[in-house]
């Protein structure tokens, strides 16, 4: 089992430059970024764990900026996106800004994906709610044939480019790996055709060996092994709990191979805090 935190790089948060650096110290495994480019101040899209949005959301940096900063001043820790949301990003760019940190890091991206939850948002990109999965897949095919193809091209409804030229190619062959950042009872499909593990949050559904028997399942039918597919789980930690060593043993026996702790946008030494206080925990579960 790997520990890693997943967190927003906010501009009144610990920075990315100290934060990397502190998580390789004590032992952690990988930084997760979470990104939203801007919050329309409409908000007529709920926050989809009810109640007020919380202020990191629209004071978040550039997720590959933060994750850069991070990457230039360690060498093992992995550099995740929790997650890139595919229907604000152009796939040209954003293949180019994935390949080149993944090749400027030495091979530690981990490429999570979603579509997002903020109709207001997504449509400043021009992106229309109801087609969010459509575009999310075409996004995502045409990124891989930038990263994998001397010449990608790629023609469908929402992407649309003729052969280019587009290198760096990322340092992991095939790409970074890619974790789908979602579920639903489209999910097994969507990762069977383009992803390559599956990024749940701990407890927001009951039936978790359903749904990981389901893209199993679908991964088959595709022809592709399920045994080496990712399971990064996010958990969820209280402040009054910290983190629940049966919870863990249950991830553990599910099959997770990774867990993302929680990390709220905390100055610099209430944030090392934390992460002693993190680390002292996960020592003691052996």
Request: glycine share 10%.
């Amino acid at each position: 089992m790997d520990f890693g935190i997943i967190c927003f790089p906010t501009d009144t948060s610990i920075e990315p430059q100290d934060l990397g650096p502190a998580l390789e110290a004590r032992g952690f495994e990988s930084l997760f970024y979470a990104e939203h480019t801007h919050i329309p101040t409409s908000r007529r899209s709920p926050f989809i764990t009810g109640g007020e949005l919380p202020s990191m959301y629209s004071h978040s940096h550039d997720q590959f900026v933060a994750l850069s900063m991070a990457a230039a001043v360690t060498k093992t820790l992995k550099l995740g996106t929790g997650v890139t949301l595919l229907t604000e990003h152009d796939p040209i760019h954003i293949a180019k800004a994935a390949a080149s940190l993944d090749r400027l890091s030495g091979g530690r991206l981990i490429f999570g994906i979603g579509a997002g939850w903020n109709a207001e948002e997504m449509a400043d990109h021009g992106v229309q709610f109801a087609d969010r999965w459509k575009v999310t897949r075409e996004r995502m095919l045409a990124i891989k044939r930038i990263w994998c193809d001397e010449e990608p091209e790629y023609h469908g409804q929402f992407v649309d480019f003729p052969p280019m030229w587009c290198w760096p190619k990322p340092q992991q062959a095939g790409g970074p790996p890619v974790l789908m950042g979602a579920y639903s009872k489209y999910v097994p499909a969507r990762i069977a055709e383009y992803c390559d593990g599956w990024m749940p949050i701990e407890g927001l559904f009951a039936d978790f060996p359903g749904a990981l028997a389901d893209i199993h399942a679908a991964m088959r039918a595709r022809g592709r092994d399920p045994a080496g597919l990712d399971i990064t789980v996010l958990a969820e930690v209280s402040d009054r709990r910290g983190i629940d060593p049966a919870r863990l043993d249950r991830m553990v026996s599910l099959g997770a191979n990774r867990v993302l702790l929680p990390f709220a946008d905390f100055p610099r030494d209430e944030g090392l805090r934390v992460l002693d206080e993190y680390a002292t925990t996960i020592a003691q579960l052996g």
